[in-house]
């Protein structure tokens, strides 16, 4: 049978553009930053030196250990790694525990208000998220508007210190990330087959019962999804705690910003790339392993 | 009762997860219009910091080029996306699909920090060895944003061309056009709502990045994002809460017009089926 896709070198062509794009720019990449994290800081163009280098006619080749090394013996990036992984996990938890309830909500809706519902969880995460943490920074400070409004109602005597700690991140990544647990969950539960439901229920079973055998079971892959969209990028997460977080919410991502341009030290800056990539090496194929299904899923094929 | 009861519960879960996503975006719209420049205590109305964000050239400067970045940024996301998007859905099975895939996918969660200093040393290398792209700037971030929007655009492109009827194709293959001419006349047109969606969201995620944009940007190409962070660095500034409200209004309202497009297109093309569905009962 004609198929579109059928002629050879058009196929061909077609995979390889953005088959060499992708490799170039987004797997060499990393290759560099494994390099790099074995090199030496200097004080030059770049910053670092080579590990290849011909001194006095000999060619010589050097691994430099001590970026890894000062990772362990800094107390600081232990810390760092701990706490992102911390903050990532119990984040994911608050959404999870927010969103799946929207998220079920809304896939039993009649098709209209589940449009217009469905279009509310997206909205936000098109305007600029930098922005929405930001409108969080005039709630939350110490003088801001929650504290007033609380004062006012006469709740609270002395203002909550809530800007600069560890729950102002928490409540950053949970709004920023809500969106993308809510998606995946809503789009597995709106294919679900309520009619397993209502068979249970014939049956006799308890809805408490038969939300944990049958649709719960049946949504995981969304949880699953959800869940990684939330917890990988909150690892390594840079603005949030930047922004709203203080001295008890350190976490890697800002440090690895640190030590790249405060301290100019690339070749660091790349070891706690590194490690935080092979923290993320599970999470990551958790993801890929549900995401490759789903893009390559056909409907009725 | 039983029932009553749910529904109040399920109301009172939405109106908890939408307060809690809506009320800042609010709060920040209402104190753009504040007279004072202590932005949490209300003094009047006044739009006076619209004025002033105007007047601001850096400000604006750094808009402008923002929105160059992302145009060309959307742009070349949608070809490579919409190419990687054909590729899983039609290709079937090739040599290195796995690692493909992989690529396509791990993007949408890598860190963001990872991103940008892998892709700044890619850059820096390539200077030391082929002497290109020879500094930092614009051509340096383009690089670095079409390929974390792409992924995105796969995603959303791939969702449509599933959906796609092959013997659509197929019928017009059979009737004796070409290749080409098949895929401008049928599958472009059919897929080209995704393409639409996959170019909007390209576009706001580059005109709304900030971490990969500061690695890989040289002198002179100081982006949107930058420029806010800087200044809301030192606290809050009434300022920055003019832009916001300015963004928020341009971005939402183009959201929101796409989407009701969409909607309606997706309608009538419900309708054409079942009318053609109708005809064919008939006949």
């Known amino acids: 049978m004609a198929r579109l896709t059928s002629w050879r070198p058009g196929r061909s062509l077609v995979i390889a553009v953005p088959y060499v794009w992708l490799l170039f720019f987004f797997l060499a990449p990393f290759a560099i930053v494994l390099k790099i994290s074995f090199a030496e800081s200097q004080l030059a163009q770049p910053p670092f030196t080579n590990l290849v280098a011909v001194v006095d006619d000999v060619l010589t080749f050097s691994l430099n250990l001590f970026n890894y090394i000062d990772l362990y013996e800094y107390d600081l990036y232990l810390r760092g790694y701990l706490n992102s992984v911390k903050i990532a996990f119990f984040s994911t938890l608050f959404c999870l525990l927010l969103g799946y309830p929207m998220a079920y909500i809304i896939a039993r809706m009649p098709t209209h208000s589940r449009n217009i519902c469905l279009m509310l969880v997206i909205l936000p995460s098109w305007t600029s998220f930098l922005i929405r943490i930001y409108a969080w920074m005039g709630i939350l400070k110490s003088n801001g508007l929650l504290n007033n409004f609380l004062q006012y109602l006469g709740v609270i005597e002395q203002p909550l210190e809530i800007m600069h700690t560890s729950v102002a991140v928490y409540i950053g990544i949970v709004y920023a990330y809500l969106p993308f647990m809510i998606l995946p969950i809503y789009a597995n539960l709106v294919k679900l087959d309520y009619s397993l439901l209502e068979a249970a229920a014939d049956l006799g079973a308890q809805p408490w019962k038969s939300f944990v055998r049958i649709t719960l079971p049946l949504s995981l892959s969304g949880i699953i999804a959800g869940s990684m969209l939330v917890f990988i990028p909150a690892v390594g997460e840079f603005v949030i705690p930047e922004l709203l977080g203080g001295p008890d919410s350190l976490m890697i991502g800002k440090l690895l910003w640190a030590e790249f341009f405060n301290a100019r030290n690339w070749p660091g800056a790349s070891a706690v790339a590194v490690v935080m990539l092979l923290l993320l090496v599970l999470p990551i194929t958790l993801f890929h392993r549900y995401q490759a299904r789903d893009l390559e899923l056909k409907p009725d094929a | ?283």
């Open chain 2, 1 to 283: 009762m039983h029932s009553r009861w749910l529904t109040r519960l399920s109301w009172s879960v939405l109106v908890t997860g939408f307060g809690f996503l809506y009320i800042p975006i609010v709060i920040l719209i209402i104190y753009s219009f504040n007279e004072s420049r202590l932005v949490t205590v209300w003094s009047g109305f006044s739009v006076k910091w619209y004025g002033e964000l105007f007047r601001d050239e850096q400000m604006m400067n750094a808009v402008w080029m923002s929105l160059k970045i992302a145009f060309m940024s959307a742009s070349a996301a949608v070809v490579l996306g919409s190419m990687a998007a054909l590729i899983m859905v039609r290709f079937g099975v090739f040599k290195g699909k796995m690692l493909f895939t992989s690529m396509i996918t791990a993007p949408l969660v890598m860190p963001e920090v990872i991103t940008g200093l892998s892709l700044l040393l890619l850059f820096v290398s390539l200077d030391q060895f082929i002497g290109w792209p020879d500094g930092r700037g614009v051509l340096t971030i383009w690089i670095a944003h079409t390929t974390f929007c792409m992924a995105y655009v796969t995603v959303v492109v791939n969702s449509r061309l599933q959906d796609l009827d092959e013997s659509l194709e197929e019928a017009a293959l059979d009737l004796g056009a070409n290749r080409l001419k098949v895929f401008f006349v049928i599958t472009l047109p059919i897929i080209a709502p995704a393409l639409a969606a996959g170019w909007l969201l390209a576009f706001t995620l580059s005109l709304d990045d900030l971490v990969i944009a500061s690695f890989v940007s040289g002198p002179g190409s100081t982006t949107l994002p930058m420029e806010v962070f800087s200044s809301v660095r030192l606290g809050v500034s009434p300022k920055v809460n003019a832009l916001s409200a300015l963004l928020i209004a341009v971005v939402s309202s183009f959201t929101f017009v796409a989407w009701w497009v969409l909607r309606r297109q997706e309608r009538l093309r419900l309708v054409d089926l079942q009318g053609a569905q109708k005809q064919q009962d008939q006949a």
